[in-house]
């Protein structure tokens, strides 16, 4: 059973990088080329955000929004992925989930870590 | 941005009950549409995709239906472990792919 598991500090200082790790564990992150794996982060506020996505091939694409501040990483090896969000303020904190984005046979995001809280503050 | 709105906000409704929610796009999305459930403090979990096709393990009394800038998610007959939020969400643009803003379904 394909699970995913965030991980990173659940604090992050105002200007400073918010780095999570996703742990993919059940299942290869490589196993089809159909499989991208993305980030999510929701708030109260402005509900459930697309941050971005990877493949396992390192390709990635971001939101427009946030494509300014976040990159993304990907360990096959580890079988890992990782999320880095830069400059981050007050309205960075959220809860941020991992998600496996299944592309075939259409297009949704079928597997979900249980999300990890961040709050930005000093 | 594609916005998604959905209808109503909240909901309440009995066991037994069937209902229906909402979800309007901003522009034609044909049917790359997608249905989650949310229970508080859980990950949202996919319900529905491509607007009418049932993601496996999903009951039945759970449906949707749609296409173009009009969708709805139907649940048949209510159980209480049916109350949660629900949201929409669209995979035609990933520039980027959208979400509603959420269904809260309450006793």
């Known amino acids: 059973q394909l699970q995913l598991q965030e991980s990173g500090p659940g604090l992050v200082k105002p200007s400073e990088t918010l780095s999570l790790t996703c742990t993919v564990s059940g299942d290869s992150m490589n196993r089809s080329p159909s499989f991208w794996w993305g980030w999510v982060r929701q708030t109260p506020g402005r509900g459930l955000e697309w941050i971005g996505g990877i493949h396992y091939g390192g390709n990635t694409y971001y939101s427009p929004s946030l494509k300014s501040r976040v990159s993304m990483s990907v360990d096959t090896s580890k079988n890992q992925f990782s999320l880095r969000l830069r400059s981050v303020t007050a309205t960075d904190t959220a809860v941020y989930y991992c998600a496996r984005l299944d592309n075939y046979p259409e297009t949704m995001f079928d597997r979900w870590g249980q999300g990890t809280l961040v709050t930005v503050s000093s | 941005d594609i916005q998604m709105t959905q209808s109503p906000s909240s909901l309440s409704a009995s066991v037994g009950d069937r209902v229906t929610i909402t979800c309007r796009a901003s522009?034609?999305?044909?049917?790359?549409l997608n249905w989650y459930q949310q229970k508080p403090g859980k990950a949202p979990k996919l319900l529905i995709y491509?607007?009418?096709t049932l993601q496996g393990g999903v009951p039945s009394r759970f449906s949707g239906s749609g296409s173009g800038t009009e969708f709805t998610l139907m649940i048949s007959s209510l159980q209480p472990d049916d109350f949660a939020s629900y949201y929409c969400q669209q995979s035609f643009s990933t520039s980027p792919y959208t979400f509603g803003q959420g269904t809260k379904l309450e006793i």
């Open positions: 522009q034609h999305i044909s049917n790359y």
């Open positions: 491509a607007a009418s």
